[in-house]
């Protein structure tokens, strides 16, 4: 894949995505649509891929476009959405039982509103820390999603910190410590500076 997450910026025509086949030989069917990013949320969401099938030859490389639909999103924040690639693999019919695995990948899709205020690659760095009880408390106050690579209290790291919403708040268990630093995942799926704060 071209990335790990892909950027819709309000006004462009389109978004897209590169795909690359580094088998030698076999070609495969690649698969991919787009769902929520909320567990359970089955409604359409505003956005299609193309092509939604197709196959890719062996060395070969293709590209996936994806076109908003103009279905009413936030314009004060980001939205976020799930890219959902499935690589399928050919099948021999003279193999005889085998094992046949086929990869699906998910890759998050932003849409940012034109106008917001701030910069994106900037957004981890206005992210604070209290602690609340037995409780870290981590506030985003950006319009932008910050995804957390790290996040360590006291020099022990909280495991799977996930990702925090935009003018929202996410929480963990506290181990202890005083001093909470972080690091992100920009925009182009690169990890950032390590940013500090003493609580």
Known sequence: MGG???IYQEGKKEASISINNQDSSAPYLIQSWLESAVSGDKRPVPFIVTPPLFRLDPEKSSVLRISYTGAPLPED??????LDIKSIAPSNPDGGNQLQVNIKSKFKLFYRPSGLDGNPLEAYKKVTFRRQGNQL????PTPYFVSF???SIGGHEIKNPG??????DSQWGLSGGSTVSWQAINDFGGVTEVARQVI
């Open 149 to 151: 690579y790290k996040v």
């Open 4 to 6: 790990t997450r892909v």
């Open 137 to 140: 408390i981590a506030h985003n």
């Open 163 to 168: 990702m925090i919403p935009p003018k929202g």
């Open 77 to 82: 924040r980001e939205s976020v959405f799930w």
